[in-house]
């Protein structure tokens, strides 16, 4: 008996978007995240844990999937104006079967709000947290929130490299064009190609993430540093998430292991699809040839000697934990990983000021950081730089090039939309959270606000004052725990899809 449509074929017809179809794909894509749950779950047979936590999630997440994909179909007909409800309602639907887990499980996060807050925080690789007490989790516990980032991490390139381009988002289709598939792939198909493309080198990048980080701890360079906590760690560098196993995140490592993670992050907040034209095609010319490389590399650069100068002369550290420190925070902050191999809360206000601006940056498109990304900034600043050239020298007209690709103006306006929009959002996100903690009468300095915004917005994690990278986000209300929620996802949705959604020309026929 054929199961009844769940959207009516006669209300399809006056819309604009085959919601249907979009819904159908939602489905097919949701189902196998009830596959990740296996992963805790042998996990906590091999520790002797509760497995029913797990179980039970898969099980609520595949009959969801299976069902949305049995009531609908079509998803082989959704294209780009369809997209935007695929991209927005999935990344939705994953944070909330992902934090049935930890309802279930965890008592620090017996609260709806926050267990959708932790598991947003997971999937979106913010590094974020409201826990209070990260040793009262199981192993398996634990390595479930690092594991929601690692997913969120290849999710996120595929998103990047795929889907936004064709969406048209902040200019996306013009940055990404040699990485573009061609105009005769459905959305779905695009999702599958790439995926495919990209899967194996972020597996690749895993798994010596894990071989070296193990081999400092067999080796006694850092015991601390077990096979577990190499697994956990190696998930979280690669997606540059920054959850970790340990209640002060990775200050309890080795000095060696902190170098090695740098090492990781900085390949993991390049391009992905750089880093495949270099590793998997063996053209490793394109990371030199790339503007977005070396602008990163100077800006890390120059971002950590100012660090590093300022937390000597300010006398907070000294001689080689200054130059470590800061340039793991730098490096840690300009990729939106939220690592701490210190407390940067303690460190002076040029300091923070230059850790949050890198974070309002963001590093290389195409990665798995968050943020505006480094590459629109080159863009905007390409752009002024025209600007002034026009005006001393009218009569000459240049157009705009990255990489020696000519920008065109449509995207070159969709960048500059975008940014507005996202530093909208981000003020915005500040005055709530401001003026909610004031009336709760939550302790919340004006700037601490905005970097908390800042950092969530951006998917960076850690804030300051009490939200401060040693800290949580528990301090909060329940209001304010789902306004940084909503920052957190809007952020890695790069915030057009969804404010597409409430816009009545959208769906229209």
Not at 249 to 276: D, P, R
Not at 367 to 380: A, E, Q
Not at 395 to 413: S, T
Request: net charge neutral.
């Amino acid at each position: 008996m054929r199961t009844a449509p769940l959207v009516p074929a006669a209300f399809v017809r006056r819309l604009g978007v085959d919601v249907g179809g979009a819904l159908n794909l939602v489905g097919s894509l949701i189902k196998y995240l009830s596959l990740a749950f296996l992963f805790p779950t042998a996990i906590a047979v091999g520790y002797g844990e509760p497995v029913w936590p797990f179980l039970v999630a898969g099980v609520v997440t595949a009959a969801a999937g299976i069902g949305l994909e049995a009531a609908t179909d079509g998803k082989e007909r959704i294209g780009a104006r369809e997209g935007y409800l695929v991209v927005s309602l999935l990344w939705l639907l994953v944070a909330v079967f992902g934090a049935l887990p930890y309802l279930l499980a965890v008592p620090q996060l017996s609260n709806p709000i926050d267990a959708l807050f932790e598991s947003m925080s997971g999937f979106s690789t913010t590094g974020s947290t409201v826990l209070t007490d990260i040793p009262a989790l199981s192993r398996s516990m634990l390595m479930w929130r690092q594991f929601t980032q690692w997913i969120g991490g290849v999710g996120i390139i595929v998103m990047f490299l795929a889907v936004l381009p064709r969406l048209r988002v902040g200019g996306r289709q013009a940055l990404f064009r040699a990485e573009m598939p061609g105009p005769e792939l459905t959305l779905a198909s695009t999702i599958r190609e790439t995926a495919r493309q990209f899967l194996t080198l972020y597996l690749a990048l895993t798994a010596v993430a894990v071989a070296i980080l193990a081999a400092l701890g067999l080796t006694g360079v850092d015991p601390r540093m077990t096979p577990y906590n190499a697994v956990a760690h190696a998930f979280t560098s690669v997606a540059t998430g920054g959850f970790s196993t340990e209640p002060r995140s990775v200050e309890a490592f080795a000095a060696t292991t902190q170098w090695v993670i740098v090492c990781f992050l900085l390949v993991a907040g390049t391009n992905f699809a750089l880093l495949y034209l270099a590793i998997v095609r063996r053209r490793p010319w394109v990371l030199v040839r790339d503007e977005e490389v070396r602008v990163l590399i100077g800006v890390l650069v120059l971002a950590s000697v100012i660090v590093v100068v300022d937390l000597m002369t300010s006398q907070t550290l000294e001689g080689a934990d200054a130059v470590r420190h800061g340039v793991f925070s730098v490096v840690s902050m300009m990729t939106t990983t939220g690592f701490a191999s210190a407390n940067f809360n303690e460190w002076t206000p040029l300091a923070w000021l230059v850790l949050f601006g890198l974070a309002l940056v963001g590093a290389s498109a195409g990665s798995t950081s968050g943020s505006i990304k480094l590459i629109r900034h080159i863009v905007i600043a390409k752009m002024l730089r025209q600007e002034i050239d026009h005006t001393l020298h009218p009569e000459v007209i240049a157009p705009l090039r990255l990489n020696r690709a000519v920008v065109d103006e449509r995207a070159l306006r969709a960048i500059i939309v975008f940014v507005f929009l996202y530093l909208g959002v981000c003020v915005a996100g500040t005055v709530v959270l401001l003026l909610d903690s004031s009336l709760r009468g939550v302790e919340l300095e004006t700037f601490q606000g905005l970097a908390i915004a800042v950092s969530v917005l951006g998917g960076a994690g850690p804030g300051l004052g009490f939200a401060g990278p040693m800290g949580s986000y528990a301090d909060f209300t329940d209001l304010s725990t789902l306004v940084l929620t909503a920052l957190m996802y809007l952020g890695r949705l790069e915030i057009v899809p969804v404010f597409v959604l409430f816009t009545a020309s959208h769906w229209r026929a």
